[in-house]
């Protein structure tokens, strides 16, 4: 099997982004000098914890224009979808799919950053039905 190694967040404003996701998850961005447009590293986690870590740049082309990359579905393991869907709103964020449970696995839910990018949160719950 193959597993992601890497992510890419493409945004409008990478300041609001960049609080977004440090209120939220506390994840830590570094702007990467030697890139050919403004580039950020993000650290999701420590080393010993197992995930993957990822990038963050401006949006290459408008929104509105059919070439622009509007990014890719990646989900958060987070302790509490009801804590997060709180901390995901007071940030900024919006609902993109109510909170749902997988039968017997877990509670998700996905919403939007204020980019417009859609991410989901995962809480592992064997009694979620």
Known sequence: MLRPIHFEIHVDDAQRAMKFYRDVFKWKFTQFEDSPTDYWTIETGSKEQMGINGGMLNRPCPKEDTQAIMGAVI?????????????ITEAGGTEAMPKFAIPGMAWVAYYKDTEGNTFGIFENNPKAK
Request: without cysteine; charged residues 30%; negative net charge.
């Open 75 to 87: 989900t958060m393991d987070v302790p509490s979808v009801d804590e997060y869907i709180t901390k």
